[in-house]
């Protein structure tokens, strides 16, 4: 049984891979605590939310930063030292991958959510645990209150390289819709100054929560990737004030104009057989500018060359396995 006034890192950690029926409590506030599973957590008030909000982190095992700064908030609140008007579900994505340190186990589990997880082996723990995470968040989203008028999802990662720029968000993409200032706001606030638009449905926790469930998501991308104990949390200020005040219920400033910068998907770059050749350097950062002509990829008659404007790359990873994404390339837009 779990005990709330446990730190839940620790908790999740020690339990990695176990399965846990729901247990509640009720704060001194009236705020219902709900340990639903291993690394999954909901608060509940008892005044009538006005959001529905879910924070996960560690759906890659070794981005671990946004862990150390959500367990923190998590045990403020549960020492009823950080105020709860909204109702909030956190997850640890996956913690067996967390417990090894590394970005997956045995597949990346931020490649198997709209349901593709059905897809796959099902015998496999991140497969099981990807199935699980959308049955969690679709119930969140379907026991809310009428009170409740949005839904919001922060997906927090780190980036394996450095970058140009050094926090940024994905913007999954919805037919017909556009970066609300609500949300600006909420990037602003955080000090996530770059957006990255999707221009096409993708597969990732943020898509599901966007497409499936009409949340307002992000990928945000905090920083790099640095195993437990080694990160400097004063570079994550921004991030953790602003959860905090969305926890709170309190209003986010609107943001002066230009205060995020936008980039949308031009080309995804697919590790398409074994054949395939990539032409960007291991040391090259995110958000690093080609020029026109600049040959990205190759495989036989197929290749990508950089267009009329300048592109920039983010998450150039050639070790993907064959037909998954090995990079997205980039060009700057107005919002
Ligand atoms: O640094 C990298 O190459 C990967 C960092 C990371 O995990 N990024 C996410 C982005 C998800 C999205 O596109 O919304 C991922 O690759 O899963
Ligand atoms: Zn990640």
Not at 251 to 259: F, R, V
Request: one cysteine or more; proline letters at 5%; glycine letters at 6%.
């Amino acid at each position: 049984m779990f005990s709330p006034h446990k730190d839940f890192l620790a908790h999740t950690l020690a339990n990695a891979g176990a399965e846990h029926s729901a247990s509640h409590s009720i704060l001194s506030a009236g705020t219902e605590v709900t340990f639903l599973d291993t690394g999954i957590i909901r608060f509940e008030p008892n005044t009538a939310a006005t959001t529905s909000l879910v924070i996960s982190c560690g759906v890659h095992g070794n981005e671990t930063a946004p862990i150390e700064i959500v367990n923190k908030i998590i045990s403020d609140l549960l020492d009823e030292e950080q105020k709860c008007t909204q109702r909030v579900l956190f997850i640890f994505g996956n913690p067996l991958a967390m417990v090894a340190g590394e970005r997956f186990v045995d597949i990346n589990m931020n490649r198997l959510f709209c349901g593709d997880w059905q897809h796959n082996d099902l015998t496999l723990p991140e497969v099981k645990r990807a199935a699980k995470l959308e049955a969690y968040v679709a119930n969140f989203f379907a026991e809310e209150p009428v009170t409740v008028t949005q839904r919001l999802h922060c997906d927090c990662h780190t980036a394996i390289r450095e970058s140009a720029r050094q926090k940024f968000a994905v913007y999954p993409f919805v037919e017909g819709r556009e970066l609300p200032q609500s949300q600006q706001d909420f990037l602003a606030q955080a000090q996530v100054n770059t957006v990255l638009l999707q221009r096409k449905p993708a597969n990732t926790f943020s898509s599901f929560t966007s497409l499936k469930q009409q949340a307002e998501s992000f990928t945000l991308e905090l920083g790099k990737a640095r195993p437990f104990g080694e990160n400097n949390l004063r570079e994550f200020t921004g991030i953790d004030n602003t959860l905090r005040k969305l926890i709170a219920g309190e209003p986010l400033p609107t943001c002066m104009e230009g205060a995020v910068e936008a980039f949308e998907v031009c080309h995804e770059v697919n590790r398409s057989s074994e054949a395939w050749q990539f032409f960007i350097a291991d040391d090259v950062a995110n958000f690093t500018e080609f020029k026109t002509g600049a040959l990205i990829e190759q495989d036989g008659e197929r290749e990508y060359r950089v267009g009329d404007a300048p592109e920039y790359i983010v998450f150039p990873n050639p070790k993907v396995p064959v037909g998954h994404r090995a990079g997205l390339m980039l060009k700057k837009v107005g919002l």
